[in-house]
């Protein structure tokens, strides 16, 4: 299938080994976030989301994380696998707006 | 269930030509957006759609357009193609009223658009 990957930052984990991706958001007015994954070929998969009122929130193997006074998000992945290979994309959304906005992107390749 | 559907999966089009992209939510959903993906970039929102209005529209130029029917399908349409619209169109469906809420945009696997 086609890469998404082109051009990205990339990020090469060992197998078993924990996964830090980062991204820095562009608006202060917005109030939700939600990290993406896309396999090549295929539209983003919904991860993990969060909200403004909150600063952690942890699900199946992954944690985002947010600070808002730096506009910075970041999404943890336990124990990586090579099925986590992909690009992950961080987006974010405001109040009264029917759009997400989607950063640049990270290539997460898995070494096994 | 079937998730979000688009049609077809890629397309080849001329400078100048016309296309329309196609569009199916997953049952029950109400709502359809539309996004552009460059590759290597993430993507960008065009349009969104919610019970056949527009509620939304992206920095895109008239030469796009879109429109959702009443079972909530949905066609885009980019006319006068330019080589720069070569992109994968994503659709992504909602079940919402209102403003996106939590982990609600659901995307289909893309159309891949080629203008030669």
């Known amino acids: 299938g086609e890469s998404v990957g082109l051009h990205l930052p990339t990020l090469s984990v060992q197998e078993g080994d924990n996964s830090i991706i980062n991204c820095a958001y562009s608006n202060s007015a917005s109030d939700y976030f939600i990290w993406y994954k896309q396999e090549s070929g295929k539209g983003p998969q919904f991860i993990i989301d969060?909200?403004?009122?909150?600063d952690k929130r942890q699900g199946q193997r992954v944690t985002v994380l947010l600070n808002k006074t730096v506009k910075h998000l970041s999404l943890q992945i336990a124990a990586t696998q090579p099925g986590d290979s992909a690009v992950y994309f961080c987006?974010?959304?405001?109040?009264?707006?029917?759009?997400?906005?989607f950063g640049k992107g990270t290539k997460l390749s898995v070494i096994p | 269930d079937a998730g979000v559907t688009q049609s077809p999966t890629h397309l080849i089009k001329t400078r100048g030509q016309h296309v329309t992209l196609r569009c199916s939510p997953i049952?029950?959903?109400?709502?359809v957006s539309w996004y552009q993906q460059v590759l290597g970039q993430g993507p960008q929102f065009i349009f969104q759609y919610y019970e056949k209005e527009e509620r939304g529209r992206g920095n895109f130029p008239d030469r796009f357009s879109a429109r959702q029917f009443p079972n909530y399908s949905s066609e885009l349409n980019v006319n006068a193609l330019l080589l720069g619209d070569s992109a994968l169109y994503l659709c992504a469906s909602s079940s919402n009223r209102g403003p996106i809420g939590i982990g609600e945009q659901f995307f289909g696997p893309g159309t891949r658009l080629t203008v030669l």
């Open positions: 969060i909200r403004s009122n909150m």
């Open positions: 987006a974010e959304n405001w109040a009264g707006s029917y759009q997400l906005t």
């Open positions: 049952s029950g959903h109400k709502s």
